[in-house]
């Protein structure tokens, strides 16, 4: 027996696309980025943004369809579903610069803000709300 999990805190890069199967179950993708920033060894600043291309599934899809847009700060939980030998996306930007994306499955997805802040992180609410597959979410459930 195997087990992984992958946990991302991003900025959604674009919003989300809700279709369905043709069986009628709901699918949405969207993008996710992270940005990781160091200092170099001449004191400069380094940066690399990572993209994520999420992929959510039944009542978890049409949770986010409805309630997270562009910009918006997001946890996601979930597994890494890369090419065919488990690895990152890879291809070449219009700049002529490498880029690099993961394809990842959610088990839920974690609102970080308010849609009204733009992303983001909301101090004054200690729970936020989640979308977990096949649960519902209660609309009375949703501060926002």
Partial sequence: MS???LTVVGFVGQDPELRYTPDGTPVTTFSVATNRRWTTQD???GEKTTW?????WR???EVVAQYVSKGRQVLIE????GDE???P?????QDGKARARFEMRARTVQFLGSRSEGGAPSAARPERPTAESDEPLPEDDIPF
Avoid: M
Avoid at 78 to 81: A, M, N, V
């Fill in 59 to 61: 009542k978890t899809a």
């Fill in 78 to 81: 979930g597994e890494l579903d």
């Fill in 3 to 5: 087990y992984q999990s």
């Fill in 43 to 45: 004191g400069g600043t």
């Fill in 89 to 93: 996306r890879i291809w070449t930007g």
């Fill in 85 to 87: 030998n488990g690895g």
């Fill in 52 to 56: 994520f291309r999420v992929t959510a």
